[in-house]
């Protein structure tokens, strides 16, 4: 069975910085694109930032200069450190993994996985 837990999230007054992590875990045999989403009250899911299993990055335009991705690939880990935090920046972070794992018969499959959601809140 494969996971995604996140951690990390919490309250910062504007300006301030959190860093959010996410670890996959299970039968794991490679992870293509990893990448996190946010979504506020009211508004639909978005795309803040994915990473490859090459390193090349994508940010959403809101989030340029401010946030940064990284993996660890060793670790099947994604991280996104966001610096000068707004308050729009409220949301519920979700962590997403496009990756290949082995199922009970140790068979090859692909899916896409999410985490469970980790709350920021910005305060102005």
């Known amino acids: 069975q494969v996971q995604l837990v996140e951690s990390g999230g919490g309250l910062v007054q504007a300006g301030g910085s959190l860093r959010l992590s996410c670890a996959a875990s299970?039968?794991?045999?490679?992870?293509?694109?990893m990448g996190w989403y946010r979504q506020a009250p009211g508004k639909q899911r978005e795309s803040v930032a994915f990473?490859?299993?090459?390193?090349?990055?994508n940010y959403a335009d809101s989030v340029k200069g401010r946030f940064t991705i990284s993996r660890d690939n060793a670790k099947n880990t994604v991280y996104l450190q966001m610096n000068s935090l707004k308050p729009e920046d409220t949301a519920v972070y979700y962590c997403?993994?496009?990756?290949?794992?082995?199922?009970?018969?140790?068979?090859?499959?692909?899916?896409?996985?999410w985490g469970q959601g980790t709350q920021v809140t910005v305060s102005s």
């Open positions: 997403n993994a496009d990756l290949k794992a082995v199922d009970p018969n140790y068979d090859l499959y692909e899916s896409d996985y």
């Open positions: 299970g039968k794991i045999f490679s992870i293509n694109v």
């Open positions: 990473i490859t299993s090459g390193g090349r990055k």
